[in-house]
T-cell receptor
């Protein structure tokens, strides 16, 4: 199993540009999560999906952020327009239905907005 | 969902020593999980303990759970330099919320 795959690993962009982060969950997993990690705020849950449907997006910071899951094997997190304060490491994680099922994390996308 | 809070924030020990990290939470839980994060990587699941369990072992890891005190501890015995990482706890349901973690440094 290849694990959760995120791309790109690093993204450097200028303020105002659109950024799209991608995630391929582990096959068979029906939950997908997007987290953001910074030194100041730690690991924040942004949004999660179950069976491709967004369940809770209360962690999405503002309307500039959007996430989609068009099918069971792909999800995107888009920031438009990007701002320097969006600089962080963004993680995708997936798991399957079941109490206490462990999350499997990708290695993250390090986003730098200048 | 609720957030687990780890303590201490940072811990530095010599290789071969034991490392103990603590986690506190606020409301009742069904289970509690511990994760490790190596620098530049995603979190990796270490162990899960259910609310009806008091202690669980996995290799050099020992986890305890005290539901009356709403706390858990993670003990790493005979630490190695490769154990250097941040350690996080998270509770319960699908919406796992992580604390700030404990940064463990194991000096060779």
């Amino acid at each position: 199993d290849a694990g959760v795959i995120q791309s790109p690993r690093h993204e450097v962009t200028e303020m105002g540009q659109e950024v799209t982060l991608r995630c391929k969950p582990i096959s068979g997993h029906d939950y997908l999560f997007w987290y953001r990690q910074t030194m100041m705020r730690g690991l924040e849950l942004l949004i999660y999906f179950n069976n491709n449907v967004p369940i809770d997006d209360s962690g999405m910071p503002e309307d500039r952020f959007s996430a989609k899951m068009p099918n069971a094997s792909f999800s995107t997190l888009k920031i438009q327009p990007s701002e320097p304060r969006d600089s962080a490491v963004y993680f995708c994680a997936s798991t399957w239905t079941g109490v206490g099922s462990p999350l499997h994390f990708g290695n993250g996308t390090r986003l730098t907005v200048t | 969902s609720q957030q687990g809070e780890e303590d201490p924030q940072a811990l530095s020990i010599q290789e071969g020593e034991n490392a103990t990290m603590n986690c506190s939470y606020k409301t009742s839980i069904n289970n509690l999980q511990w994760y490790r994060q190596n620098s530049g990587r995603g979190l990796v699941h270490l162990i899960l303990i259910r609310s009806n369990e008091r202690e669980k072992h996995s290799g050099r890891l020992r986890v305890t759970l005290d539901t009356s005190k709403k706390s858990s501890s993670l003990l790493i015995t005979a630490s190695r330099a490769a154990d250097t990482a941040s350690y996080f706890c998270a509770t319960d349901d699908y919406k796992l919320i992580f604390g700030s973690g404990t940064r463990l440094l194991v000096r060779p």
